[in-house]
């Protein structure tokens, strides 16, 4: 799938990984990008739509959805991330809310689109989806959880001609992991190589130099065969 032409929706479009992604899609030459926030946003490039949009706000989902006349990637970037340990419920809540919920909600509101058009969905998810870091449980169990919904939906519409693609990142130097004292790939080489993954059509994409070192492994993995086999029984 070239981004060349494409109509591309990127939810978190505001900063970090982001705004990388919206940058990287025009310098492509996608032909429209509609950037989704929570903010007042403007864009000096005219194929930039902004589109106020709360991924945990159904109203804000469907208006948004009503806008975009043709979609052809659906980016789930928004996310959020606190340090826990697991002690309080409403933690979990919070992160289960967007970037499981957010993520599951937004996808549904634009699947109609994305099979008219045989497109692809992206998900922005973590490496620690694979391996927890403790001091940020929540996290890791919702970008899990969010993991396991992007293979069971890979299953679900790849014969219906729609891609899903699963973004494994490490950490990436942006405001929510800014105070982690350790190397951070920039947020414009992760938007380059998540593009590049997406073009050629890997499934799981480990778009920095941490996440890129367990991707031999994931892919020989027999996890990932068991995704395969699994899948299969929603092909028959």
């Not at 938007?191 to 778009?207: M, Y």
């Not at 031999?216 to 699994?230: D, F, H, L, P």
Request: with cysteine; aromatic share 6%; net charge neutral.
């Amino acid at each position: 799938m070239e981004i060349a032409n494409k109509s591309i929706l990127i939810t978190g479009a505001n900063r970090g990984i982001g705004n990388a992604l919206m940058e990287e899609a025009l310098r492509r030459g996608a032909r429209k990008v509609y950037a989704c926030t929570r903010v007042a946003f403007d864009h000096p490039d005219k194929r930039v739509i902004p589109l106020f949009m709360d991924v945990t706000n159904s109203e804000q989902i469907k208006n948004a959805a009503y806008k975009v006349d043709r979609l052809d990637i659906l980016i789930n970037n928004a996310g959020v991330a606190y340090y826990d340990d697991l002690s309080d419920s409403t933690i979990l809540e919070k992160h289960l809310a967007v970037n499981l919920y957010g993520t599951q909600n937004v996808t549904n509101a634009f699947i109609p689109a994305l099979k008219n058009s045989v497109g692809a969905i992206v998900n922005i998810l973590s490496i620690l989806a694979l391996a927890p870091m403790p001091p940020i449980a929540s996290y890791c169990i919702s970008k899990a959880a969010a993991f396991s919904m992007t293979q069971s939906l890979r299953a679900f519409l790849k014969n219906r001609g729609v891609s899903v693609f699963a973004v494994l990142t490490g950490p990436v130097d942006t405001e929510m992991s800014r105070a982690l004292e350790i190397p951070k790939a920039s947020p414009e080489s992760v938007a380059q190589h998540i593009f590049d993954g997406v073009e050629h059509g890997e499934e799981e994409i480990f778009p920095d130099p941490m996440s890129a070192s367990m991707m031999q492994s994931w892919n020989g993995s027999s996890a990932k065969a068991m995704e395969i086999q699994n899948a299969a029984a929603v092909y028959r």
